[in-house]
């Protein structure tokens, strides 16, 4: 189902007001994803404070973890698509019939 065509009968400063807490909630979400990411690479790669850079072995643990949490947030984004989709059509068909 299309949200404009939802929203369609409810009143401009509630449209306002819901796109403006859906907004929020993104950001929220980010950031509880960007913080996850920045812990959990953190944990598994930073052996100990011997120097305020990251050495080698720290820095590619860190880009490969970086790469693989991205991959895996950007397969969960998918397969919720599809699956939103997939739930979107059943709807219509029920409406259908």
Do not use: W
Request: aromatic share 6%.
């Amino acid at each position: 189902m299309d949200p404009n065509a939802m929203l369609g009968a409810v009143p401009q400063k509630q449209q306002e007001e819901l796109m403006k807490a859906i907004d929020q909630m993104q950001v929220r979400d980010s950031l509880r994803m960007y913080n996850s990411l920045v812990e959990k690479c953190f944990k598994e790669c930073v052996q100990g404070f011997r120097s305020k850079d990251l050495d080698a072995t720290e820095e590619r643990c860190m880009q490969n973890c970086c790469n693989k949490f991205m991959k895996g947030s950007a397969r969960v984004g998918q397969r919720f698509g599809e699956l939103s989709a997939e739930a979107e059509a059943q709807m219509a068909n029920m409406v259908q019939k």
